[in-house]
């Protein structure tokens, strides 16, 4: 190796290490920042170590019993909607990116129109209501089941597969059902853990159906919810509905030490799943995205 190949590899390390350290500190700041105790955050000067280690801040946002209903109805949320997303979205996928569907490019431009165009809420809100979706569970799972987005991206992966494989199929007695289970899934795993995880984290992180629709229904509360009730609750001195209680809890903690760490709580689910899907997450961003 070359004196300037060396120095260019010193150079290129460096650069690389400033932007981990630039991509790690918001996350380790946020982390420090749960764990300080509320007094000593008011102070401002923590970085990535707490001053004053505690775990009053989880303890306080833990006490609160709706919490747990909310964390059961939110993994229960995410993996039934991400499984019924994710069934339906490649089904859909796989019958626009068959040649023989005579409606495929009328199905097409009508899901596009779908991605620039909405009723808004209030149409939405008559629809839910209509539909008796209101104060239930499907709520959360039924109205996102199908997203355009979600089927342009897989269906362009899928027309990157030889569609010869579905004739010799065909001609080995397969239906479309066998070829869409047996073919065509097995080689879409790139794209499938893709949107799986868009999916998820979607699900996750969505607190405002719950608001809308199911504010007052405890047994469907979501966890994102409770969490931003606890927000509000320590921000403003008052609980929502059904966290009066919590307000006088809350009365001496410093808001950002909560935020920070419901931050940390909603964060760490999705950190845990997202190694088991990142080997397929680049690769299946960039052959879904060939074609448009």
């Not at 690389?16 to 982390?31: A, E, H, Q």
């Not at 839910?128 to 959360?140: A, E, P, R, S």
Request: hydrophobic content about 50%; charged content about 15%.
């Amino acid at each position: 190796m070359s004196k300037s190949e060396r120095v260019f590899d010193i150079f290129l390390y460096i650069f690389l290490g400033l932007v981990m350290i630039v991509t790690l500190y918001p996350f380790l700041n946020v982390l420090a920042i749960s764990f300080n105790e509320s007094t000593d955050t008011v102070r401002g000067g923590i970085y990535i170590f707490p001053r004053a280690w505690t775990l009053e801040n989880y303890e306080r946002i833990f006490s609160y019993t709706g919490l747990i209903q909310g964390f059961k109805i939110s993994i229960l949320r995410t993996v039934s909607g991400t499984i019924l997303g994710l069934a339906s979205s490649a089904m859909l996928a796989f019958t626009l990116s068959r040649p023989d569907f005579r409606a495929r490019k009328f199905v097409s431009v009508f899901l596009a129109l779908t991605m620039y165009f909405s009723g808004g809420m209030v149409p939405m809100y008559i629809l839910m209501k209509d539909l008796n979706l209101i104060g239930t569970f499907w709520i959360y799972i039924l109205p996102g089941a199908v997203s355009a987005f979600n089927v342009f991206v897989i269906r362009s992966f899928m027309d990157g597969l030889p569609y010869a494989l579905q004739e010799s199929a065909k001609l080995d007695g397969a239906n479309d059902f066998l070829i869409f289970y047996k073919i065509i899934l097995p080689l879409c795993k790139p794209v499938l853990a893709t949107i799986a995880l868009f999916l998820s984290v979607g699900q996750w992180n969505e607190w405002f159906t719950t608001y809308l629709y199911n504010g007052n229904k405890p047994h469907l509360t979501t966890l994102q919810y409770e969490l931003m009730k606890v927000l509000s609750s320590t921000n403003q001195g008052s609980g929502m509905a059904n966290a009066n209680d919590l307000a006088q809890q809350m009365a001496q903690i410093s808001p950002e030490s909560i935020k920070m760490a419901i931050t940390i709580v909603v964060t760490v689910p999705i950190l845990v799943v997202y190694p088991f899907l990142q080997k397929y997450f680049v690769n299946g961003m960039t052959l879904g995205a060939v074609k448009a």
